[in-house]
């Protein structure tokens, strides 16, 4: 199984910014699918998460600003970030569970200036 993630970079406060993450090869039944991020000095926390029957989870620092969706037909997993703060500032991961195993993208970095 392999995860990519695009669309990090850079943003001004209160702009917004759109990641994706496609999931590729023996994925068989998916579980579930989430971001997560991880910010300098911290411990990676979950961002939101979907799982396959559509149950959605936020965490509440993001809760009103991000979205996450998910296209089944083409593994594709989105992170609609809007109203962007600085303490959005982390590199996010893609997580993938199929069949009770995680996987993970390789992260990409959204910097958010002050």
């Known amino acids: 199984v392999h995860l990519v993630e695009s669309g990090g970079g850079l943003a001004q406060t209160g702009e917004s910014l759109r990641l994706s993450c496609t999931a590729s090869?023996?994925?068989?039944?998916?579980?579930?699918m989430a971001w997560y991020r991880q910010a300098p000095g911290r411990q990676r926390e979950l961002v939101a998460s979907?799982?396959?029957?559509?149950?959605?989870n936020c965490a509440d620092s993001v809760k009103g600003r991000f979205t996450i969706s998910r296209i089944k037909a083409m593994n594709t997993m989105y992170l609609q970030m809007n109203s962007l703060k600085h303490e959005d500032t982390a590199v996010y991961y893609c997580?993938?569970?199929?069949?009770?195993?995680?996987?993970w993208g390789q992260g990409t970095r959204v910097t958010v200036l002050p």
């Open positions: 090869g023996d994925i068989g039944s998916i579980n579930s």
């Open positions: 997580q993938l569970v199929v069949a009770g195993e995680d996987y």
């Open positions: 979907i799982a396959d029957g559509g149950t959605i």
